[in-house]
């Protein structure tokens, strides 16, 4: 079974820097794409941003030009490097790992979560 572990969140000011990471355990060959998504409590899970497993990055509009996803295949490590961050950025920030498209037994994977606060 694959296991995501997030760490880096924290209270920030708007402006500032910020990031945070995502680790992979367990049955790595499940990774292929991976993705952040972020949670308003209250509103729905919103994507942030995705990257196949040859490293093309897509994102959404609210967040272009201010994040950065990246990945470290050898460390199976995900990474959001989150820039000019907004009071809207505030939300708590998910680590994805949809199914595998070749393997069945790779199920739809998601980290615990990791709050971000950004005050104005």
């Known amino acids: 079974q694959l296991y995501l572990h997030q760490s880096g969140g924290a209270w920030v000011q708007a402006g500032d820097s910020l990031s945070v990471s995502c680790r992979a355990l367990?049955?790595?060959?499940?990774?292929?794409?991976m993705a952040w998504y972020r949670q308003v409590q209250g509103k729905e899970r919103e994507f942030v941003a995705r990257?196949?497993?040859?490293?093309?990055?897509n994102y959404a509009e609210s967040v272009k030009g201010r994040f950065t996803i990246s990945r470290d295949n050898g460390q199976n490590v995900l990474s959001l490097q989150m820039k000019d961050l907004k009071p809207q950025d505030t939300a708590v920030y998910y680590c994805?790992?949809?199914?595998?498209?070749?393997?069945?037994?790779?199920?739809?994977?998601w980290g615990q979560g990791t709050q971000v606060n950004v005050s104005a």
């Open positions: 994805n790992a949809p199914p595998h498209p070749r393997f069945s037994a790779c199920f739809d994977t």
């Open positions: 990257i196949t497993s040859a490293g093309t990055p």
């Open positions: 367990g049955d790595t060959f499940c990774i292929s794409s």
